[in-house]
Nanobody
Framework: QVQLVESGGGLVQPGGSLRLSCAAS????????MGWYRQGPGAQRELVAD???????NYADSVKGRFTVSRDNAKNIVYLQMNSLKSEDTAVYYC?????????WGQGTQVTVSS
């Protein structure tokens, strides 16, 4: 009912920046709390940041001060600006939408931080 497509991943050197985008489509009335999760090699999926319709944000301690999540409700797009990237940020990043107990996930986009 809600489709999410991530883009913007790639290879970047430590200290560099990337901006990820997540475009939502389908039943736009179910677009609600949106967030970014990541899963690194041999690691569990973890919350990176999320954002409410009203713009309230929440960040993992590991990315606070370096990453910024934002959204454009008119375009149904959520962004993740990633600065000062570290090797430990290497992961597949997934976009998530939650509406009344229903979860929707994107296919993921690979972010690799390496020199």
């Amino acid at each position: 009912q809600v489709q999410l497509v991530e883009s913007g991943g790639g290879l970047v050197q430590p200290g560099g920046s990337l901006r990820l985008s997540c475009a939502a489509s389908g039943n736009i009335f179910k677009i609600n709390l949106m967030g970014w999760y990541r899963q690194g090699p041999g690691a569990q999926r973890e919350l990176v940041a999320d954002i409410t319709r009203g713009g309230s944000t929440n960040y993992a301690d590991s990315v606070k001060g370096r990453f910024t999540v934002s959204r454009d409700n008119a375009k149904n797009i959520v962004y993740l600006q990633m600065n000062s990237l570290k090797s430990e940020d290497t992961a597949v990043y997934y976009c998530r939408n939650t509406w009344r107990g229903e979860d929707y996930w994107g296919q993921g986009t690979q972010v690799t931080v390496s020199s």
